[in-house]
């Protein structure tokens, strides 16, 4: 069964202190309230740094003034020192409640968002949220919209054992591209960078991520091409051997500092190079997914403008949908939620389906549960709609809310396709075209341009025919 859709568009904001809001969902119709936002810009930025730091130490010995100290306190975010000190355990879904009495405030708001709570409630349906934001609304979008929890702590995207969606969108005052034609395979480009990431990590992040798409390798709809150490003469070169990718994953670092939001990647002499928001989105902006398991790719400061994110200005370029962290995302939580993620996505989970999925897995993982309202999906549509990078299967829309078992689309398009079933990797200085596994590779370019060495190795029962060295 579908989710009951829910839609709060934020309409006048210029500075105001109050700003209107529109709900709109089939069970309710069209309603109108007033959002008073739960904290100034400054105590906004305070707040989503105790969040960020919940993600590696609650302490937080020396990390806070005194006088920080006392604001957190005074929002019931800071524990005195009888209770342990620091930053509280519950810390998130403080913050939601906080988020939530705003959000409620208005009689208008509290009875649209309780009748539909209430009937997705009593139909067992889960609820899909969509968030609309006007591009200069900046600390709205910053807001931890994820973490909302009602009064008695339960979060609104978890609540009543269904796994509910929540979606971003940006309200530009720019035409739309056309949606992506599906197509298969899908085109899948990794980017690993070494740069800060212990080798142990990047391979363990590596086999659960080949674990989850081995059904889409072995069915042949997807290919797959990997630049591990991955420099930027490295990511160009990619893209043009490898052009128009369905699907850009990132497994690194991240930071969003003094309002400028950066990628790490390897620097040629083996360090590192930080590549800006502005660049990402030239590369980046004409992909399907991105998908960026990387601190801070959807962090937002109320001081500076909403395209100095990653996420918002990646989904303003033209990606169809980014999904990103809103804070600094932890080791194991990145590496679980990948899994998760690419095998929801493989069974025919639509994109929203798969992130509440992922939500819910952290939550209960985690015994912390700290990291569950880190992940932010961003969709550029002008209404609210599914996001599919693969045929819908028939079940999605009733599955159940544990890691969906690997199904076969019926409905995918008979068209064969010469993809590889494992990776076509390639790691500079040295070109690497491996088939595994039964595979077919065909029309494959090499160049010569700054690679030392190619290699073009097949096993297996596997065959890669049409190598052309350029």
């Known amino acids: ?73 005074q929002l019931g975010l800071w524990q005195a020192e009888a209770d342990g000190g620091g930053l509280p355990a519950d810390l998130a879904v403080r913050v939601g409640q906080h988020l939530f009495r705003a959000v409620t405030a208005d009689p208008q708001a509290a009875m649209a968002l309780a009748s539909v709570r209430d009937y997705a409630s009593h139909m067992n349906l889960p609820l899909a949220l969509h968030l609309r934001f006007p591009p200069r609304a900046v600390d709205l979008a910053a807001l931890p919209w994820e973490t909302l929890s009602d009064q008695d702590g339960i979060a609104l995207l978890l609540g009543h054992g ?21 197509r298969l395979p899908l085109r899948v480009l990794v980017i690993s960078p070494h740069a800060g990431i212990p080798t142990a990590t990047r391979i363990a992040e590596q086999h659960v991520r080949w674990q989850a798409w081995e059904p889409l390798l072995k069915s042949r709809r997807i290919v797959v091409h990997e630049i591990s150490p991955a420099t930027r003469e490295q990511l160009l070169h990619a893209l043009s051997i490898f052009p128009a990718p369905d699907i850009v994953h990132y497994y690194g670092h991240g930071r969003y500092q003094d309002g400028k939001a950066a990628l790490l990647l390897d620097a040629p002499d083996g360090g590192e190079d930080w590549l800006g928001v502005q660049a990402c989105a030239a590369l980046l902006g004409q992909v399907r997914l991105l998908v960026l398991f990387a601190c801070q790719g959807a962090s937002l400061n109320p001081a500076h403008n909403m395209l100095s994110s990653l996420a918002p200005a990646l989904s303003a370029a033209g990606v169809q949908a980014v999904l990103a962290m809103q804070v600094a995302v932890r080791v194991h939580a990145a590496t679980r939620a990948s899994s998760v993620l690419y095998r929801a996505l493989a069974s025919g989970w639509s994109m929203q389906q798969a992130t509440a999925l992922v939500r819910q897995t952290l939550y209960i ?106």
Do not use: K
């Open 1 to 73: 069964m579908p989710p009951v859709d829910l839609s709060l568009t934020f309409l006048a904001h210029a500075d105001a202190p109050t700003t209107l809001l529109r709900w709109e969902s089939p069970v309710i119709g069209v309603r109108q309230s007033h959002f008073t936002p739960p904290f100034t810009p400054t105590v906004l930025a305070l707040v989503l740094r105790a969040l960020d730091q919940s993600q590696t130490s609650r302490t937080a010995l020396g990390v806070f003034t005194s006088a920080e100290q006392q604001h957190l306190a």
């Open 162 to 182: 269904r796994a509910a969606a929540c979606t971003r969108y940006l309200d530009l005052e720019r035409a739309l591209p056309p949606p992506p034609v599906r």
């Open 365 to 470: 993982h985690e015994p912390d549960q700290a990291s569950w309202y880190v992940p932010v999906l961003y969709v550029r549509a002008s209404t609210p709609q599914p996001v599919y990078l693969l045929p819908p299967a028939p079940a999605a829309a009733n599955a159940e809310t544990h890691a969906p078992a690997m199904l076969d689309t019926p409905d995918a398009p008979p068209t064969p396709a010469p993809a590889a079933s494992r990776p076509i990797r390639w790691q500079a200085p040295r070109q690497q075209i491996i088939a595994r596994q039964r595979s077919q590779i065909a029309g494959v370019r090499l160049t010569a341009s700054g690679v030392a060495e190619q290699l073009v190795e097949a096993s297996d029962n596997s065959q890669i025919s049409d190598v052309q060295a350029q």
